[in-house]
């Protein structure tokens, strides 16, 4: 429990760090979720670097062991004179939501930092005790926006096929040579390990195998029953699979957009991998995109995972979806933002495209192309 000093050369400047920074002396416990080797340790060590806090990690078990109920008492001596306290991983520790509860209200002059991996026990065990006490904020891989930032526009465009490939995150990107061996162990060690830790999956082969499913779906509509089968399961079954992969910041769902056509299809949904290079381990698969079947779903994955860490980032409070009528007419990816509708189709490489005209017309709605030439609009919102 010493003050930790950091230093490291390759560090990226993340979005959000600012609007962190805003929230300091806010009386407020400020929250940092993603998954794990994200970043969220280093941000936070970041914004920390010039203070004298107090580091406690929970993955430690002695740490564990010191916050397992402590009394009011207990937590002011673990303090000490710390106006500055940061745990790390606090999912790991049971009843944490009341041990924040009462350091942000019965120590007032304390600012306190905490990071989470994943969203499962450490959402339900914080959203009661810290109602109003909290700020909270995800994040995830590496943006292209903050990648550009620190390597360049120009050194950025040249290694777009090797981000498409192998992803964004920190270590797979500090480490140029060895990508394949830092997504294994992250996929093996990281990922799979908090989703079955902290979940009540009883057959992980189950969860590959629809991990498998899923990768080999990318880009195209999902159908449980469909899953269901391929797997030897029930629909209810991968429903609460996918739901425990979505809060392990592993994958998330699109919902099919429908207002006013009678013809729209409703409940159907896409499934996007948050890290392409996730996805591409997954399917053991990182030919270059030439030789590739997948090289338009893989290009979809980035765009589409990419707008939503900007939404998220940004507060742009816009709302993601796609569109698709049982006459197999269908736009790639739409946005609804401050009474705005936007179609998005996804190319490659430029290629004229039409738009459904009813879609158009019944949305008062604009149809934009993205691809290779113009993605940088799309992916970085000013």
């Given at each position: 429990?010493?003050?930790?000093?950091?230093?490291?050369?390759?560090?990226?400047?993340?979005?959000?760090?600012?609007?962190?920074?805003?929230?300091?002396?806010?009386?407020?416990?400020?929250?940092?979720?993603?998954?794990?080797?994200?970043?969220?340790?280093?941000?936070?060590?970041?914004?920390?670097?010039?203070?004298?806090?107090?580091?406690?990690?929970?993955?430690?078990?002695?740490?564990?062991?010191?916050?397992?109920?402590?009394?009011?008492?207990?937590?002011?001596?673990?303090?000490?004179?710390?106006?500055?306290?940061?745990?790390?991983?606090?999912?790991?520790?049971?009843?944490?939501?009341?041990?924040?509860?009462?350091?942000?209200?019965?120590?007032?002059?304390?600012?306190?930092?905490?990071?989470?991996?994943?969203?499962?026990?450490?959402?339900?065990?914080?959203?009661?005790?810290?109602?109003?006490?909290?700020?909270?904020?995800?994040?995830f891989p590496l943006s292209w926006e903050e990648y550009e930032e620190k390597i360049g526009f120009i050194k950025a465009e040249q290694q777009i096929e090797n981000r498409l490939l192998y992803g964004f995150y920190p270590e797979v990107i500090n480490n140029q040579g060895k990508e394949r061996e830092i997504l294994k162990n992250l996929a093996n060690s990281y990922l799979y390990?908090?989703?079955?830790?902290?979940?009540?999956?009883?057959?992980?082969?189950?969860?590959?195998?629809?991990?498998?499913?899923?990768?080999?779906?990318?880009?195209?509509?999902?159908?449980?029953?469909?899953?269901?089968?391929?797997?030897?399961?029930?629909?209810?079954?991968?429903?609460?699979?996918?739901?425990?992969?979505?809060?392990?910041?592993?994958?998330f769902r699109l919902h099919s957009f429908s207002r006013n056509l009678r013809t729209e299809l409703k409940q159907n949904r896409k499934i996007y991998f948050y890290d392409n290079g996730i996805r591409n381990m997954i399917i053991g698969n990182f030919n270059s995109l030439d030789l590739r079947l997948d090289k338009g779903a893989l290009w979809e994955n980035f765009l589409v995972?990419?707008?939503?860490?900007?939404?998220?980032?940004?507060?742009?409070?816009?709302?993601?979806?796609?569109?698709?009528?049982?006459?197999?007419?269908?736009?790639?990816?739409?946005?609804?933002?401050?009474?705005?509708?936007?179609?998005?189709?996804?190319?490659?490489?430029?290629?004229?495209?039409?738009?459904?005209?009813?879609?158009?017309?019944?949305?008062?709605?604009?149809?934009?192309?993205?691809?290779?030439?113009?993605?940088?609009?799309?992916?970085?919102?000013?």
């Amino acid at each position: 429990m010493l003050k930790f000093t950091f230093e490291n050369k390759k560090m990226f400047v993340r979005t959000i760090e600012h609007r962190i920074k805003e929230k300091l002396g806010s009386g407020k416990a400020i929250i940092v979720i993603g998954a794990r080797q994200v970043g969220k340790t280093t941000l936070l060590k970041v914004i920390l670097k010039d203070k004298d806090y107090l580091f406690l990690d929970a993955d430690d078990p002695s740490i564990r062991s010191l916050l397992q109920n402590p009394t009011t008492e207990q937590i002011r001596t673990i303090l000490g004179e710390y106006k500055y306290v940061f745990l790390d991983e606090a999912q790991r520790i049971s009843g944490i939501g009341l041990i924040l509860k009462i350091i942000t209200d019965q120590f007032k002059d304390v600012q306190l930092f905490v990071s989470g991996s994943s969203s499962f026990n450490l959402g339900k065990a914080l959203n009661e005790p810290l109602t109003g006490r909290k700020w909270e904020y995800e994040i995830f891989p590496l943006s292209w926006e903050e990648y550009e930032e620190k390597i360049g526009f120009i050194k950025a465009e040249q290694q777009i096929e090797n981000r498409l490939l192998y992803g964004f995150y920190p270590e797979v990107i500090n480490n140029q040579g060895k990508e394949r061996e830092i997504l294994k162990n992250l996929a093996n060690s990281y990922l799979y390990r908090d989703v079955l830790a902290y979940s009540d999956i009883r057959k992980p082969e189950i969860l590959e195998q629809l991990l498998q499913a899923l990768a080999l779906q990318l880009g195209s509509e999902v159908n449980y029953n469909e899953l269901a089968q391929i797997i030897g399961v029930n629909k209810i079954t991968v429903q609460k699979y996918i739901d425990i992969l979505e809060k392990g910041y592993i994958v998330f769902r699109l919902h099919s957009f429908s207002r006013n056509l009678r013809t729209e299809l409703k409940q159907n949904r896409k499934i996007y991998f948050y890290d392409n290079g996730i996805r591409n381990m997954i399917i053991g698969n990182f030919n270059s995109l030439d030789l590739r079947l997948d090289k338009g779903a893989l290009w979809e994955n980035f765009l589409v995972s990419e707008r939503l860490k900007q939404n998220i980032y940004k507060d742009s409070f816009a709302k993601m979806y796609f569109w698709r009528t049982q006459q197999q007419q269908e736009i790639d990816f739409v946005e609804e933002k401050s009474g705005t509708i936007s179609g998005y189709e996804f190319k490659w490489s430029h290629k004229k495209t039409k738009f459904p005209q009813k879609f158009l017309d019944t949305y008062h709605a604009e149809g934009l192309v993205i691809d290779r030439k113009n993605f940088r609009e799309f992916v970085i919102i000013k």
